[in-house]
Nanobody
């Protein structure tokens, strides 16, 4: 599956951005991760194939909303009340559910989109 992310940019603290990720095929799960300079990759949010089951990282709960447009095979991430610590490259990922390990495994990654939040 090929993934094309878009929607990053520069915004002031308290502002909003909407990221999108278009997938070339169907997947069990699509999600967003982020990586800031000098830090490890961090889970942001995921949505299952229907978009009904979602999960969020603790640092974004209540501020970010993930949604999945099945007709367009596109994942969206609405980011509100952005903070400077949200600054990172945001990576779109897709994968399958592993029955063996009872977890989602991501095997396709997009190119990333930069989000910069100024204070």
């Amino acid at each position: 599956v090929q993934l094309q992310a878009s929607g990053g940019g520069l915004v002031q603290a308290g502002g909003s951005l909407r990221l999108s990720c278009a997938a070339s095929g169907s997947t069990d799960v699509m999600g967003w991760f982020r990586q800031a300079p000098g830090k490890e990759r961090e889970f942001v949010a995921r949505a299952n194939w229907s978009g009904v089951q979602t999960a969020y990282g603790n640092s974004v709960k209540g501020r970010f909303t993930i949604s999945r447009d099945r007709a367009e095979n596109t994942l969206h991430l609405q980011m509100n009340n952005l903070k400077p610590e949200d600054t990172a490259v945001y990576l779109c990922a897709a994968g399958r559910y592993s029955q063996r390990y009872q977890t989602y495994e991501y095997d396709s990654w997009g190119q990333g989109t930069q989000v910069t939040v100024s204070s």
